[in-house]
């Protein structure tokens, strides 16, 4: 089985409309973080939505969509993850503290925005235990997890050691999808993990808009048994 899939942390639509249409054109599934309510989500056919903090009308959202024609969605499932307090008490739209699940033939596929480190109350090990609290629901199931983890790719061991003990490796972590707003320095914090084995991962695109700044899209082809 071959999809094409967008895996974009909007940052609020940062990048605008016109770069959204871009990076959703010939795609089949779209995973999503810190995405808005907008008017250009209807360029897509179906979509589902859980705020990235339960219970905070500000917060923003993360998504799951699929565009026409294209299979079905199965069973649902979403998680609060165990930040949530502390996220909600931080009050950032920005945070997050949520996964939403969908099946597609037979593998899940998830989006998820974990809590990312703030300068007081959240830490890096409370972003740890989101990751730990996803890994431990869906280890057990062929599954694909896109999402911004908050950390450069082999800076954080325990992260590391985390997705590789419950039998997952990292496809994307070679690819800058951030840009520092301060310093442009450029670097990755937008992973997809999978445990199914015989996953390849092609054609992979960083869509660069006309101002790279913070997260950027990113599309891929997965192909699976």
């Known amino acids: ?9 909007t940052d609020d639509f940062s990048h605008g409309s016109d770069y959204f249409a871009e990076v959703t054109a010939n795609v089949d599934f779209a995973l999503l973080q810190r995405l808005p309510i907008k008017n250009e989500l209807s360029l897509i056919n179906e979509i589902h939505l859980e705020r990235s903090i339960s219970d905070m009308p500000s917060s923003l959202y993360v998504a799951i969509a699929k565009f026409e024609g294209r299979a079905k969605f199965s069973s649902h499932m979403t998680y609060a993850l165990p930040s949530t307090k502390i996220v909600k008490a931080d009050g950032h739209k920005f945070q997050g ?4 699940c969908r099946k597609i033939g037979k593998i899940i596929f998830c989006s998820v925005l974990p809590c990312y ?21 869906l280890k057990h199931t062929r599954c694909i997890i896109a999402g911004d983890f ?12 985390l997705i590789k003990k419950n039998g997952f490796t990292s496809y994307l972590d070679e690819y800058d999808t951030f840009v520092h ?3 442009s320095n450029t670097f990755n914090l937008d992973r997809m993990i999978s445990n199914i ?12 808009p006309d101002k790279p700044s913070r997260h950027l899209a990113i599309t891929y082809e997965v192909n699976y048994s």
């Open 1 to 9: 089985m071959r999809h094409r899939i967008l895996q974009y942390n």
């Open 97 to 100: 503290s949520k996964a939403i």
């Open 117 to 137: 480190p703030n300068s007081g109350t959240i830490k890096k090990e409370d972003t740890l235990e989101d990751v730990r609290f996803l890994l431990n629901r």
């Open 150 to 161: 908050h950390h450069v790719p082999g800076e954080f061991k325990e992260l590391e050691d």
């Open 181 to 183: 707003p301060s310093d």
């Open 197 to 208: 084995p015989d996953l390849t991962v092609e054609n992979i695109i960083v869509h660069q």
